[in-house]
């Protein structure tokens, strides 16, 4: 009875596990970012920083271990990017990337664009997104569930623009707004 009792428990496991879709979330990813079946790791590298207007722009590259990967470059005023990779959202059978980026704790907001590689180039199939307002980090699993798919649909939240906010960086009369991307 008993070992009856623990093979249902390890079926359910087997079933739950297959029906999750897997995303992986950090500096360094792992997914089939072009759809030739064969798993790439895609690594988020610190380039350099230059003095833009009273700021600093810093420059990242995500690079791929395969080489028909090209790279994604990214200029940005953020300090902290996370790689997230959201599965196939779009059906091309291909894992696509989100980049989150958050400029420094105390900045009351951070954006997020997800992008799919197809003839041979990145392109965006959500541009820079406001995805939460506040002081307080998302967490990883906030993160990966920014954007979603369901069934024919990419589905995600941003804010009205322009972002409002008192002078001490409080958000304020600013809506969450639900998105949908139909797919053919």
């Excluded at 990419?154 to 623009?161: L, R, S």
């Amino acid at each position: 009875m008993k070992l009856k009792y623990s093979f249902y428990i390890l079926i359910f496991f087997v079933i739950v596990g297959c029906n999750k879709e897997n995303k992986t979330i950090g500096t360094q990813i792992e997914g089939d970012f072009n759809g030739d079946g064969k798993i790439e790791i895609a690594v988020l590298k610190y380039l350099d920083a230059n003095k833009y207007s009273n700021s600093l722009l810093f420059k990242y590259s995500v690079n791929f271990t395969d080489i028909n990967i090209q790279p994604i470059l990214i200029e940005t005023t953020y300090r902290k990017l996370q790689l997230i990779n959201e599965g196939d959202l779009n059906g091309d059978n291909a894992d696509d990337i989100s980049i989150s980026y958050e400029i420094h704790p105390t900045v009351p907001f951070s954006t997020m664009e997800t992008r799919s590689f197809s003839n041979n180039r990145w392109n965006f199939i959500i541009d820079h997104i406001t995805i939460h307002l506040g002081f307080e980090t998302l967490s990883l699993e906030q993160l990966q569930d920014v954007v979603t798919k369901k069934e024919k649909s990419i589905i995600y939240y941003t804010y009205d623009d322009p972002l409002e906010f008192e002078d001490n960086f409080i958000p304020k009369n600013n809506n969450k707004k639900f998105k949908e991307i139909k797919l053919e």
